[in-house]
């Protein structure tokens, strides 16, 4: 079994661990979404702040 995650790296896992890694992304998939709004600003302007020609 094989889970890719957001940046599309493949992780080989156990049958158990898969379970594991399915239930606590179920558990953490609503406070994620509601984080990654926030990630994603923050990235954004750290990434203008590191190099002012990718403002925008």
Do not use: C
């Not at 990654?36 to 002012?52: C, F, I, S, V, W």
């Amino acid at each position: 079994m094989a889970a890719i995650n957001r940046k599309g790296h493949i992780y080989h896992l156990q049958h158990s661990e898969l379970i594991t890694f399915v239930f606590r992304n179920r558990m953490l998939s609503s406070h994620a979404r509601k984080a990654n709004m926030g990630y994603d600003k923050e990235k954004q302007a750290l990434r203008t702040k590191l190099n002012p020609q990718v403002a925008g």
